[in-house]
């Protein structure tokens, strides 16, 4: 081995790279973690976003739906009446024809 300025023998290069490779290692493990924690973050962020865009859509279909059934169910019942009025108006009888 060979000597340092003060005569002692250099040690400390074999010493300090085992340190230098587990702090590189940890670096690299708390990058590692942190990409994927952002990472979860902003998928987490994006299915937000996407099951609010699809439940505002889900709602949007509903109300649209919804207004075409009432104005359906309107027209069924504006006819089933008109029916019976003509009915009523008929006095009961068949075919428009007076009983006697």
């Known amino acids: ?3 340092d300025d003060n005569g002692h023998p250099r ?3 074999s010493v300090t790279d085992p340190m230098m490779r587990s702090v590189r290692v940890w670096n690299e493990l708390l990058a590692a973690s ?6 979860l973050v902003l998928k987490n962020w994006d299915y937000s976003r996407s099951l609010r865009g699809s439940a505002e859509q889900a ?3 509903t109300l649209r739906l919804q207004r075409q059934l009432s104005k359906e169910m309107l027209q069924a019942w504006e006819g089933y009446s008109s029916e019976i009025m003509d ?3 008929r ?3 068949v075919d428009g024809e007076n009983e006697q």
């Open 1 to 3: 081995m060979a000597n």
């Open 11 to 13: 040690r400390t290069r």
């Open 34 to 39: 942190t990409d994927m924690a952002f990472d």
């Open 59 to 61: 709602i949007a279909d």
């Open 87 to 89: 009915i009523l108006d």
């Open 91 to 93: 006095g009961g009888t």
